[in-house]
Each structure stands twice: as C-alpha cells, then as structure tokens.
C-alpha cells in the first residue's frame, strides 16, 4: 500500500517534517494539487484541531482553514474562548483532492479514499509526536475515523472526550465546519458545533 511513512524524517521538529511533506510522494494526490499544505500553529499547543483535507483557498495559499470553512471555524473558535493563534491546525490528508473544473472557477472537493487517509497518517502521528496537545479535536468524520477507528460515527459519539490508544492523547470528534456551512439548518448545526467546542474549552481548563 502507498504510505507517506518513507517521506518522514524520525525525530524531526515541526518545520523540518514541513519542509519534508512538502516533497511527499506517499500517494497519488500530490501530482493535481498545487502544494502540500502541512499543519500550522505552535509546536506547544495544548489543542489540535483536524480537518479533512485542505479545499481550494488552501491548496492556492498553502495554509490550513484560511477559505471559508476556515472563515467559520475562527467564528467558532472565537465564541467558545478559544485563540485560533493558539491552536495546532492540520488536516488528516495534506493535499487537495478535487475534480477539476472550468478555468477561474472553484474546483469542486473530493472526500479521500481510505486508502489516501491511510498513507497520509504518518504526517498525523508525527505532528501529534511532536506538538503532544492535550486535547485533539476531529473535525468531520474523516479526521475522526483516522484518529479513531473506522468504526466512529460522528453523529453518535461526537462532543465527548475519548482516548486514541494509538496516539495516546484525548480526542473530542465533532462536525466538519464545512457541514455547518452546507447544513439545512444552519443556525442548529452552528449551535451544536459550537456546544461541542464549549466541551473542548472546559476539558483544556
Ligand atoms: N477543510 C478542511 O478540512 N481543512 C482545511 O484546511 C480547509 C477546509
């Protein structure tokens, strides 16, 4: 199986395992995306939070959440007291998967298959190895199911702290701020998110 495990430098701090998924060949997605776009944030966070993978904005400028999910999130990370400037950002995969589309416009976000999440993961442990947060947060089901098993479901485990022996760190899942944008409701989903945060908040202390 493809995995990005060969491409990670062993004891590296932060900005040498950027530089090195910068040339990451671990899977296919890297040939269509512009770029790598690694975690960003402090290497003493006490909170990380994962995504899916970046979207269009983020594939052009190379940073995690800085499109209109990302737009939400700082909404979000704001109202429940915690400083986006203080939290470790990062995806479960590294590069945009999309279906092209016609020139100027948006290209359209494909989720990752498994197998894409798989081979990306040793990015993850080594971000989680070396920022050690107390606390990861799992934005949406693909960050949840890499961090968690397979067998997490979101809708029915989200907002309550859980271990991942794996990585041995706390984990709260909740929905993808990407989800609240596109919910029918948007008003509930964003309360919900945003109760699920409050949890984060009161868990960091
Ligand atoms: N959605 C994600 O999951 N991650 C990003 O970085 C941006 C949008």
Redesign the pocket.
């Known amino acids: 199986a493809r995995s990005a495990a060969e491409f990670v430098p062993e004891g590296a701090d932060l900005a040498a395992l950027r530089r090195a998924a910068a040339g990451c060949r671990g899977c296919e997605l890297y040939r269509p995306a512009t770029q790598t776009?690694f975690g960003a944030g402090p290497e003493d966070a006490r909170l990380m939070l994962v995504?899916?993978?970046?979207?269009d904005v983020?594939d052009r400028q190379g940073e995690?959440?800085v499109?209109p999910?990302?737009r939400l999130l700082d909404k979000a990370l704001a109202e429940a007291d915690l400083a986006r400037e203080g939290v470790y950002?990062t995806?479960a995969v590294k590069h945009f998967k999309f279906v092209p589309a016609e020139r100027g416009k948006r290209r359209i976000h494909k989720t990752p298959a498994r197998g894409e999440v798989t081979a990306c993961l040793p990015w993850l442990r080594a971000e989680v190895a070396r920022v050690r947060p107390a606390l990861v947060v799992c934005?949406?089901a693909t960050a949840a199911k890499a961090v968690l098993g397979t067998g997490f479901k979101v809708s029915e485990q989200r907002g309550r702290v859980t271990r991942a022996e794996e990585y041995d760190v706390d984990v709260i899942a909740t929905v993808?701020?990407?989800a609240v944008l596109r919910a029918p409701d948007r008003t509930e989903a964003y309360q919900g998110f945003l109760a699920d945060l409050k949890v984060v908040r009161e868990h960091l202390g």
Do not use: I, R, T
């Open positions: 776009v995504g899916e993978q970046p979207g983020e995690p959440f499109g999910a990302g950002l995806n934005l949406g993808h701020p990407s």
